[in-house]
């Protein structure tokens, strides 16, 4: 007589599941450990309703099948490809509906995977603050034009885009060069409060073109072709 193992039979509710609608719910009779099976194969999923349905009927929060665990196999997503940060959201309520039964940084046994996931852990504070990582937060720092040394604020951003919509505001300077740090990659921003669509222009960009343009022009350094009245005068 064979013998099935919780795993045969929460892969035999697997293929059941690709023919008829089959809810979790209807679950309660069986067997904890075909539950806890049935959740540790679902979890790459995402589907947190139905995880905390199978966790209260008694499936196990820490189950781990050939060395990954529940936690690991949410966090990873379905085949690895829900890793970036449109994913954020639902792996967030995922990780706090997981830890109200229990589940800890500790059920992460593979480092490797949150570097793989590194796109949804750093647009998650909550969800670096469980994994015990340190985000990276852009820095900010500043000085006037033409100084020699520049000032490190206290203050960080959560990503560039974030800190370039700020610089108007950061400093009480009328005009000012702010340096931002991200990941060692260095962008500079030339700051000019009340200068409309100039007022925040970065180095090497479009806008530096423009400026160069208006400046060259109020100085006269540009030579401009003129009109025949013109040479009449000379």
């Known amino acids: ?79 690895g490809y829900w890793r970036d940060k449109d994913s954020v959201k639902t792996t967030e309520a995922g990780v706090k509906m997981l830890a109200k039964y229990g589940v800890t940084d500790a059920d992460l046994k593979h480092p490797w ?37 520049l000032t490190e604020s206290p203050m960080t951003f959560k990503d560039v885009a974030d800190a370039v919509k700020t610089l108007h505001c ?11 740090e991200y990941q060692g990659e260095v962008t500079r921003y030339l700051v000019t409060k009340g200068a409309g669509t100039l007022s925040v222009i970065q180095m090497e960009s479009k806008e530096q073109e423009r400026l160069t343009n208006i400046v060259n022009f109020v100085s006269g350094i540009d030579k401009l072709p003129m009109i025949e009245e013109e040479y009449e005068d000379e």
């Open 170 to 180: 950061m400093t009480d300077m009328d005009q000012y060069v702010a340096v931002l």
């Open 113 to 149: 995977i949150l570097r793989n996931c590194e796109e949804i852990i750093q647009n998650s504070d909550y969800l670096a603050t469980f994994f015990k990582v340190e985000n990276s937060r852009v820095k900010f720092y500043f000085h006037a034009p033409r100084a020699k040394k």
């Open 1 to 79: 007589m064979a013998t099935y193992t919780p795993y045969d039979v929460a892969r035999q509710l697997l293929q059941i599941r690709n023919y008829l609608e089959l809810h979790a719910s209807g679950f309660v009779e069986l067997p904890t450990d075909v539950l806890s099976a049935f959740l540790q194969l679902t979890a790459e999923w995402r589907n947190v309703a139905e995880i905390e349905t199978l966790l209260k009927m008694g499936a196990n929060p820490h189950e781990t099948h050939e060395g990954f665990t529940v936690l690991e196999n949410f966090i990873q997503g379905h085949d």
